[in-house]
């Protein structure tokens, strides 16, 4: 089966704090994807990787970095997390291709900045 | 600009009988059609697809029907279980595409 797995299911900071996501994946996919899920809005891609050190800024970047050193990890970095990046936090990890290949999803990380 | 939209927020319907989320895109070069299924406090899971060369595609008690000149979609599950009860996501991505783009998501009720 595959499994991507995140680092936290829960988080609260503060605002200000730089805030370190962790996403692995152990089926060798090249491609891993940042979501966020807010109500009303479904999920929108934040950054997206095609490979080691490769990123791609997805529909919301602001307020985002990303870093993938190794094949089965992609972090997502807040570098000043603030009250509107309270949300739910999902990863992904696909095969790359010609074609759409099914994402599959880690149990995501909630979220809370105070 | 939504791309993909589903505009009802929510649906309750009654065990055993049928649910239909629907789903209208705008993007004209989507190629392929995802459902995705999501718990509480879980990650969303793939639940059923549509290539745009089909116009039905059935899975069980799920069935997702693609009217390429709407630009609309729909999952029908029948019959409905209360184990259904979960958050549903139509999600699209174009020709050659790795990337999805998702719609708000419909919250499905199954009362028994």
């Known amino acids: 089966d595959v499994k991507v797995t995140q680092s936290s299911r829960y988080l609260v900071k503060r605002t200000g704090e730089k805030v370190f996501l962790e996403c692995v994946q152990d089926?060798?996919?090249?491609?891993m994807f940042w979501y966020r899920q807010d109500p009303g809005l479904g999920l929108r891609l934040i950054y997206f990787?095609?490979?080691?050190?490769?990123?791609e800024k997805g529909d919301i970047p602001e307020g985002y970095s990303v870093s993938r050193e190794k094949k089965e990890r992609f972090s997502l970095i807040l570098e000043s997390a603030s009250t509107n990046q309270t949300s739910m936090y999902l990863c992904?990890?696909?095969?790359?291709?010609?074609?759409?290949?099914?994402?599959?999803f880690g149990p995501g990380t909630r979220l809370t900045v105070l | 600009d939504q791309q993909v939209k589903q505009n009802s927020p929510s649906l309750s319907v009654q065990e055993g009988r049928i649910s239909i989320l629907n789903c209208d895109y705008t993007n004209s070069m989507f190629d392929y059609f995802l459902w995705y299924k999501k718990y509480p406090a879980e990650g969303p899971t793939f639940l059923i697809s549509i290539s745009s060369i089909k116009d039905k595609n059935e899975d069980g008690r799920f069935t997702v029907f693609l009217n390429k000149s709407a630009k609309h979609l729909s999952l029908h599950i029948v019959p409905s279980q209360p184990g259904d009860s979960a958050v549903y996501f139509c999600?699209?991505?174009?020709?050659?595409?790795?990337?999805?783009?998702f719609g708000a998501g419909t919250i499905l009720r199954v009362k028994s």
């Open positions: 990787s095609y490979d080691v050190k490769m990123k």
């Open positions: 089926m060798d996919h090249e491609n």
């Open positions: 992904a990890s696909s095969f790359a291709g010609d074609t759409y290949n099914e994402q599959f």
């Open positions: 999600a699209a991505s174009p020709l050659y595409g790795n990337k999805l783009v």
